[in-house]
């Protein structure tokens, strides 16, 4: 990805469980309605998700941001999991080069704003899901209150300055987040939990503590220049929705703590152990972004 990481130098494992999201549900959950049960009758049997599962997601609030490369699969299968409301947040339009990765859309809707599209989709999909489409870039002035609304964020963006802007407003937001990046043929995908500890008692990582430094402006050659295949992003990005599934119904192990890295043309994963920074500028001990309008803006560049 051409940025220092601060990671363990050989894959470790660390245990967390997804279970603080799953307890913050409203114990009042949606009831299911008859067509709902038939749709999600696979998860229905699922021991690990069953009926009160089930309920956990429909009561669920994921925030997507960026509805591209990654953003189109994370977005399609919450929604076909069942997902309640989905915010999708992109200023962007569709382009006849997105799609040969941005699953989300078409051919017929070249020209359309991406929230507009990937909410049809979505529509067509699952119409028991409310898809709340904010044609908008975030930015220090609406990104706290925009993540605010929602239980989870899902960072699915194309550069550099949103993807710090995301973290730290989910930090200040206290909101967890699920990150994901991709190169021409590898990904990572991580969850950043830094308002909670670790078993140890250690606050959980931030993006800032995976790389502490944002690259200097024109350091990193963008998509169009260097490519991606198109179905890695949606490796990465179906990693993801588990990801943020796993959260809302509190199974498995959290990948907080933790960076997963994809290499496609090895077909190899890897997990390697992220540490809370002390020094990290946003959660360490002596913090100095409580701002969000005081961070130093950087130039885009683009990574789906």
Known sequence: ?????????????????????????????????????????????????????????????????????????????????????????????????????????????????????????????????????????LDASNAIEIISRYDIVVDGSDNIETRYLVSDACYLAKRPLVFGAVGPFDGYVSTFKPHQSDPNGAPYPTYRCLFPEAPEPGTLPNCAEVGVLGAVVGVIGTLQATEVLKEILGLGTSLAGRLLSYDALEQRFETFMVAWDPDNPLSGRNPSITDLRAVKKRNSTCAA
């Open 1 to 137: 990805m051409g940025m220092r990481l601060r990671v363990a130098a050989s894959p470790l494992t660390h245990s967390t469980s997804c279970d603080n999201l799953a307890a913050m549900q409203d114990k009042t959950a949606p009831r299911l309605t008859p067509p709902e049960i038939e749709r999600y009758k696979r998860h229905l049997v699922l021991k690990e998700v069953g009926g009160q599962g089930q309920q956990r997601l429909k009561a669920a609030r994921v925030l997507v941001v960026g509805a591209g490369g990654l953003g189109s699969p994370v977005a399609l299968y919450l929604a076909a999991a069942g997902v309640g409301t989905i915010g999708i947040v992109d200023d962007d339009r569709v382009s006849l080069d997105n799609l040969q990765r941005q699953i989300a859309h078409d051919t017929a809707h070249v020209g359309a704003p991406k929230v507009e599209s990937a909410k049809e989709t979505i529509g067509r999909l699952n119409p028991h899901v409310v898809v709340e489409p904010i044609e908008a870039r």
